[in-house]
C-alpha cells in the first residue's frame, strides 16, 4: 500500500529539510546516531502514551512548534554540541508525530509476516532512502534562507492543528476568521511535501543552468583541467540527482492523492426483472471468472443488489449471493484477480468460502442449478430488501385498472406474498384486497428484461 510511503514522507520531509538546510555543519555520522536514538525515543513515547493519543499529539505538536521557534535563533550559533541534541530532539518530535499519524494503518495486522506486511516494509525502507538522499542534497545546496522558509511553513500547519485541538476543547472561542484560517491550514497541509521536494529540484534545475563551461585540456598533465572536470561532474550528478528525486517523489504522492486514495467503488449493477417468477442467468457467463453483478428494483423502490461468480478458476462453480454483508451493511464487495474485497473493511474474502455464512462473507442467496442454468426465485431476492438502504422511483401497474403509476406517488398500496401493489384509488384497492388471486398470477409477472442502471 502506497500510504506507507507517503505517511513517511509526509512525516519526515520536513525534518530532513529543516536540519540539512539549518544544520549542515553536522557530522554524518553523529546525525545517524543522534538521528536514531530520537527516532526510537519517540517511537517509545508514541507506544507508552498511546492510551491518549490525542492529547499526546497536541502536546507533541506545541513541543516542535517551541523548538522549531528555537531551531531558527541556534541555527546561527556554531556550537556543534547544541546542534546534535536540537537535531535528536527534532527526530523525536517528527517520529512521534509519524507515529500517530500512521496508528490507523499498522504494518502487522496478523501474527505472521504476510506479503502484504513484506511490501509495506519495502515501501518504508524505500521512504528512508528517499529521506536520506534528499538530506544528503540539500547539505550540499545550504541555502539558509529556504530553511527559514520551511520553518514558516511547518509552523504554519503546527498553528492549524494547536488551533483546531484548543477550539475543540472550548479553550479559545472559535469564529469566522479563525474557522477559515484553520480549515485552510488543515486542508492544504498535504501539498507541503511537494512544496519541500519542489525546493529540492528547483535548486537542481538552477544549478544545471549554472554548470561551469567543460574545460579544455591545454596538454597531457594538465592537472586543473580534471580538477575543473571533476568540479563539473560533481555539480552534475548533484543537479539531476536532485531533480530525479523531485520527480520520483512527486509522481508517488500524485499516484497516491489522484489513484491509490480514491475509495473503492462497485460498478454499475445490471437491472434484472424476474420472468414467470424467476431470475435465469446461464452458468457458462462465469467462464471469464469475473463477478456478474445485478439488481433488483422491488415495488417499493429498494434497490437489491446480488452477483454471481465462479469460485475456481479451474472448475465451474457457481457462487450466488447478495451485495452485501451481515457484518458490513450494504456498501458492497469489487473482485480483483482472485480476491473479493469488502469495500467497507477491506477484508480480503476467500473465494471458495463464497456462499457461506460466516465472518465478512456476502450474504448467500438461495438458488438452484438446472441444465446449467442458475435459478433464483423472486421471492428470495425479497428476503434480502433489508439488507440495503438504496431506493429508487420505480413505474408499476394498478393491478386492478392497469393504470401506470410511480411507486413513490401512488396513494394506496397493499402488501401480498411479499410483493407490494400499488393501486390508483381506494376503489381498486378494496377490490384487490377481497379477492387477490383474481388479479395475481405467479406465472405471468412482468417479462423478463435487463436495463442498465441509470448513472
Request: charged share 15%; hydrophobic share 50%; proline share 4%.
Amino acid at each position: 500500500m502506497s500510504i506507507y510511503l507517503v505517511q513517511l514522507l509526509q512525516a519526515f520531509l520536513p525534518f530532513v529539510c529543516i536540519t540539512a538546510l539549518l544544520l549542515p555543519s553536522l557530522q554524518w555520522r553523529k546525525a545517524a546516531l543522534w538521528g536514531i536514538a530520537g527516532v526510537v525515543l519517540g517511537y517509545m513515547a508514541f507506544f507508552i502514551f498511546r492510551a491518549n493519543a490525542d492529547d499526546f499529539y497536541y502536546g507533541i505538536n506545541c513541543a516542535l512548534a517551541v523548538s522549531l521557534l528555537l531551531m531558527l535563533g541556534i541555527s546561527f550559533v556554531r556550537l556543534k554540541s547544541l546542534h546534535e541534541i536540537l537535531f535528536c530532539v527534532l527526530a523525536f518530535l517528527f517520529m512521534a508525530r509519524y507515529c500517530y499519524m500512521s496508528r490507523l494503518y499498522p504494518l502487522f495486522s496478523t501474527d505472521f509476516l504476510e506479503t502484504l506486511a513484506i511490501s509495506s516494509m519495502g515501501l518504508i525502507a524505500l521512504g528512508v532512502v528517499l529521506c536520506c538522499a534528499a538530506f544528503a542534497l540539500l547539505r550540499m545546496f545550504a541555502v539558509r534562507w529556504l530553511g527559514i522558509l520551511v520553518v514558516l511553513v511547518m509552523l504554519n500547519a503546527l498553528a492549524g492543528d494547536i488551533l483546531l485541538k484548543l477550539m475543540q476543547d472550548s479553550i479559545i472561542e472559535t469564529h469566522s476568521l479563525l474557522l477559515s484560517y484553520v480549515a485552510k491550514t488543515i486542508h492544504y497541509g498535504f501539498l507541503i511535501p511537494y512544496l519541500l521536494v519542489g525546493i529540492l529540484g528547483i535548486l537542481g534545475i538552477i544549478l544545471l543552468f549554472k554548470l561551469p563551461p567543460k574545460p579544455r585540456k591545454q596538454h597531457f598533465l594538465d592537472t586543473t583541467y580534471r580538477a575543473q572536470k571533476a568540479l563539473r561532474t560533481s555539480l552534475l550528478c548533484r543537479a539531476s540527482s536532485s531533480v530525479a528525486l523531485m520527480v520520483f517523489v512527486w509522481a508517488s504522492l500524485l499516484y497516491f492523492d489522484l489513484i491509490a486514495s480514491r475509495p473503492i467503488v462497485i460498478d454499475a449493477p445490471t437491472i434484472v426483472e424476474p420472468e414467470h417468477g424467476h431470475f435465469v442467468f446461464d452458468v457458462k457467463m462465469l467462464d471469464d471468472n469475473k463477478l456478474h453483478r445485478y439488481a433488483y428494483i422491488t415495488n417499493e423502490g429498494k434497490v437489491v443488489r446480488f452477483f454471481l461468480l465462479n469460485r475456481f478458476a479451474e472448475r465451474s462453480s457457481p457462487g450466488v449471493v447478495f451485495d452485501a454483508c451481515a457484518l458490513c451493511g450494504d456498501m458492497g464487495y469489487v473482485k480483483r484477480g482472485d480476491e473479493l474485497i469488502c469495500i467497507a473493511c477491506n477484508v480480503r474474502i476467500f473465494l471458495p468460502s463464497v456462499g457461506k455464512m460466516g465472518g465478512c462473507n456476502p450474504i448467500p442467496l438461495a438458488h438452484r442449478i438446472e441444465e446449467d442454468k442458475i435459478i433464483i426465485s423472486v421471492y428470495d431476492v425479497l428476503e434480502g430488501s433489508n439488507f440495503f438502504s438504496q431506493t429508487q422511483q420505480k413505474s408499476v401497474t394498478d393491478p386492478v385498472s392497469g393504470e401506470a403509476l410511480i411507486n413513490f406517488d401512488a396513494p394506496f398500496q397493499y402488501s401480498f406474498r411479499g410483493i407490494t401493489y400499488y393501486f390508483a384509488n381506494e376503489q381498486n384497492q378494496k377490490q384487490f384486497i377481497e379477492s387477490p388471486e383474481q388479479y395475481v398470477d405467479d406465472g405471468a409477472q412482468i417479462p423478463y428484461k435487463i436495463q442498465r442502471l441509470a448513472q
